[in-house]
């Protein structure tokens, strides 16, 4: 039998015993181990129920600290694309968030034009031709309205199979940022997100699928040009296949801006990664840094308890789910809260320090 089938297997049979058999406790413990067995052998929705039955405290894990270990099933449930265990991560990291947020949000009013945390009006109006994402912020309607316009074009240098399918994920990434959220210490704002997919010679949000053509001319490229250092990093990051986000050199609302994205098996069609992917790098070129672990990247990522507002997001250690952790994860109010200072001041708003900036951003450690 394939491996997955009896994974499959095990994790039905235990379900039936385990949830139809209240009353019958050796059938209960049976099922429970046809879950855990399965959950073992790496079937997503077991190892989903398991972390589930631990938060309820049904089991008792081995592990020291068992809301960090099932928060961890979780997300790799969720990460294999188990999607009730991605409903279940994101709803349980907000309701803790609430719990944790919730006295400050009734003390400060939702109405009024936004302020910062020093009270002073916030004005965000970055627009025209040489800014490829336009930011607004407007007071109307009673509302404070975050507009983020741009013009995408995509760019190939060979075909891709479906590519109005791989452009729909991308823009379905772009939009994910539209929503409501709570910024500044708890002052609703509707973000709202409007693409344009004009033939324009400039003023554009490209997107470039790394195919192999594009591949090659890189590396040429890449080769004429010995940057050293920097020469490294792009070989590895084309050669393990992450998508990444180019903001000119250094990232400011006008400069040029460019999400390259690469597919694991080279066909795009991947169309929920490539979503998700397309929410994270979007997010880059909105002006914000990256907030996990990586050592090739010298990027040391945020411990636990350092932030506030960070960690009723927090699976474990140095990881969080949230979207400039995990591309999967949700996008916060705290990414949005650095989105507007990123227009603002018209600077990058950094999680942690970078080999070349040390300075993160002033919306961290102040909650929400
Ligand atoms: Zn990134």
């Not at 052998?41 to 049904?58: F, N």
């Not at 407007?138 to 240098?157: C, D």
């Not at 636990?304 to 979207?323: H, M, P, Q, W």
Request: charged share 30%.
């Amino acid at each position: 039998m394939n491996e997955n089938i009896s994974a499959e297997f095990l994790r039905e049979i235990g379900k039936n015993s385990f949830f139809h058999h209240n009353g019958d406790m050796e059938m209960r413990r049976e099922g429970l181990r046809c879950i855990i067995s399965a959950k073992r052998a790496g079937d997503p929705e077991a190892t989903y129920l398991v972390a589930r039955l631990i938060l309820d405290e049904i089991l008792k894990p081995e592990a020291e600290n068992s809301e960090e270990y099932a928060l961890a099933l979780l997300s790799r449930a969720a990460n294999k694309g188990f999607l009730q265990a991605r409903a279940y991560l994101n709803k349980y990291c907000r309701e803790r968030y609430r719990e944790k947020t919730g006295a400050r949000f009734a003390d400060r009013g939702c109405c009024g034009p936004l302020v910062d945390f020093d009270n002073k009006p916030i004005r965000v109006e970055r627009k025209g031709v040489f800014t490829p994402i336009d930011a607004v912020l407007e007071y109307k309607g009673g509302r404070n309205v975050l507009t983020l316009s741009t013009n995408v074009m995509f760019f190939y240098s060979d075909d891709i199979p479906n590519a109005d399918k791989f452009e729909n994920s991308v823009l379905r990434g772009l939009y994910a940022w539209e929503g409501e959220y709570e910024v500044f210490g708890g002052q609703r704002i509707w973000v709202s997100v409007q693409v344009t997919q004009e033939d324009r010679a400039f003023d554009n949000l490209l997107i470039v699928p790394i195919t192999e053509a594009m591949e090659s001319s890189i590396r040429a490229m890449n080769d004429a040009v010995n940057i050293g250092k920097k020469k490294a990093i792009l070989s590895d990051t084309i050669k393990h296949k992450r998508s990444f986000a180019t903001n000119g050199l250094k990232w400011r609302a006008n400069s040029r801006k460019i999400i390259w994205v690469q597919s694991e098996n080279g066909l795009f069609n991947d169309y929920e990664e490539i979503m998700h992917v397309a929410k994270h790098e979007f997010g880059h070129a909105l002006g914000l840094g990256d907030l996990y672990e990586s050592a090739s990247d010298s990027l040391r990522g945020v411990e636990k308890g350092t932030y506030s507002e960070l960690d009723s997001y927090a699976i474990n250690d140095r990881f969080y789910n949230l979207v400039m952790c995990d591309h999967h994860g949700p996008i916060s109010n705290n990414d949005i809260e650095m989105v507007i200072l990123a227009f603002r001041e018209n600077k990058m708003q950094l999680y942690q320090p970078t080999k070349t900036k040390g300075k993160i951003s002033s919306a961290l450690g102040k909650g929400n």
